[in-house]
């Protein structure tokens, strides 16, 4: 059995630009366990939205103890299957955020995905706030003996309206924070373009974590990987599809019932 330092450790060397982590995000015991037994599972990540609507909430409302409470099952899950776990942090919980991070690592995750956007203020961090508080998550992890802790910064300066100058600037700062990756998330009007991905990668020496849409005209994983991503995640994407399916067949199986 490894440490949690080393499989932190671990975790961390998995973020290679041009072969990029995938990850399959989780919301739940169930969920958790199908993505863990697959052998070409590397890592389990959770998805903050997904939690929330399988707690009958919304990702604005999940608070920090719901949040936990559903890390901790999938955490017993990602101990068992002995693989690495990511948990989608949202905006740090405000002056909470050092607290939830050592109780993060106490059930043995060993790294973070954390906003730039202040969900009570409503609207983004200053940069030299976003990246005082990177580091502050750093320094909890740190304090618990962990100093390979990941933090994947996400930017949602595109979502806000911020042009791709400013999200560069900021992803810049985030990772001379000590961010491992910075997770740019795109616009409301449409998916992040080939030549948007192509500019912050070059800008970020790789270091960039992108989102897998459902759409069409989305960037496969053979083409981020081409472009030289480090890590793709699917967020909620996997919940929607489960859903629809799961929806779908119990509508069939009701009305035999009629």
């Known amino acids: 059995m490894i440490s949690l330092e080393e499989t932190a450790q671990l975790f961390k060397q998995l973020h290679k630009p041009g072969q990029p982590l995938v990850l399959a995000n989780v919301y739940d015991g169930i969920s ?3 993505v863990a037994k697959s052998p070409t599972s590397k890592a389990l990540a959770t998805a903050s939205y997904a939690i929330a609507q ?4 919304t990702d604005d409302d999940l608070d920090l103890e719901t949040n936990l409470r559903a890390c901790k099952t999938i955490a017993d899950v990602a101990r068992e299957f002995q693989k690495p776990l990511t948990v989608d942090l949202q ?3 405000g002056d909470r955020l050092e607290e ?3 109780r993060l690592v106490k059930m043995g995750v060993v790294g973070i995905n954390l906003e730039d ?3 009570t203020a409503r609207e983004l961090y200053s940069v030299e706030t976003a990246t005082a508080r990177i580091r502050q998550a750093l320094a909890a992890a740190a304090a618990q003996g ?3 802790f990941v933090v ?5 300066g595109l979502l806000h309206g911020r042009d791709l100058s400013e999200v560069i600037s900021r992803g810049k700062a985030y990772l001379a924070a000590g ?3 910075v997770f740019v998330w795109g616009r409301r009007s449409r998916t992040t373009s080939r030549q948007e991905v192509e500019t912050l990668v070059e800008a970020f020496g790789g270091k960039l974590n992108v989102s897998l849409k459902a759409s069409k005209d989305r960037l496969s994983i053979k083409q981020l990987a081409e472009i030289g991503v480090a890590r793709i995640s699917t967020g909620p994407l996997l919940q929607f599809m489960a859903m629809k399916y799961y929806g779908r067949e119990a509508r069939t199986l009701l009305r035999q019932a009629i």
């Not at 399988?54 to 909430?57: D, I, K, P, V």
């Not at 994947?152 to 949602?156: F, G, I, S």
Request: proline share 0%.
């Open 91 to 93: 905006d740090g919980y």
């Open 117 to 119: 956007y202040d969900k």
């Open 146 to 148: 962990l100093t390979n």
């Open 179 to 181: 961010a491992t990756t």
């Open 152 to 156: 994947n910064a996400r930017c949602d």
């Open 100 to 102: 939830a991070v050592s």
């Open 32 to 34: 958790a366990r199908e």
């Open 54 to 57: 399988a707690h009958n909430t």
